[in-house]
């Protein structure tokens, strides 16, 4: 056990890819002041281990499965605002971005950055600064007031799913059938249906196939599952 643990900053790691948690865990390790409490596999695992321990720093991947880093973002902050949220992706789109800053992400990294940009993002998110990488950061002072229009507009209407509709959605696009998806939000199939027809309404698509194609669309599901959908 490190020397001061208490004054150590409280990391947990969420990634659906052991290899990558393992690799980050090596990374974090040798930082004196860095301790890795705790790792999810999916973004209902990291909520809950959010609950658990409190990390005061969440470094979390977007795409993974069950539920994904926009909601399960949105459900810590929402939950514990004191834990920070640090997402490290491989994706660097604007899209991606402006949806996570809409959130209220601190930071935003690419899985290729750094183990020493990493390990500053971290400290610097425990101090409540936002840090992004260089090139986003880059494009993110570009836009300057543009950004924050598009933010509102992108916040606005990733909102208009519940947090809950929005869970079920996802496990709808991963083609998760209402009693699979009962069992797994622990609810009854009666109010899956309810929130199904709920989806179905507020995004005017009224068949399985349009919400999966929505889905990959807004980046709620990992584009890498369309080859497992139709």
Known sequence: MKNGVHNNITVLLADDHTVVR?????????EKDIQVIAEARNGREAVELVKKHRPDVVVMDIAMPLLNGFEAARQMI??????KILI????DDD??????????????????SSAEILSQ????????????????AKRLEKKNQLSRGRDGVLKKKNSALSSREAEVLQLIAEGKANKEIAAEL???????EKHRQQ????LNIHDTAGLTRYAISAGIIESSIRLTIR
Do not use: C, W
């Open 199 to 202: 989806i179905m309404e507020k």
């Open 186 to 192: 622990e609810i009854s199939i009666k109010t899956v």
């Open 95 to 112: 899209e991606y971005i402006d949806r996570m800053i809409a959130i209220g992400i601190t930071g935003y990294l690419i899985k290729q």
């Open 78 to 83: 929402k939950l514990f605002p004191a834990t």
């Open 22 to 30: 393992e690799g980050l865990r090596m990374v974090l390790e040798v």
């Open 121 to 136: 993002a971290i400290r610097e998110a425990k101090k409540g600064n936002f840090y992004f990488g260089a090139d986003i």
């Open 88 to 91: 490290l992706s491989a994706h």
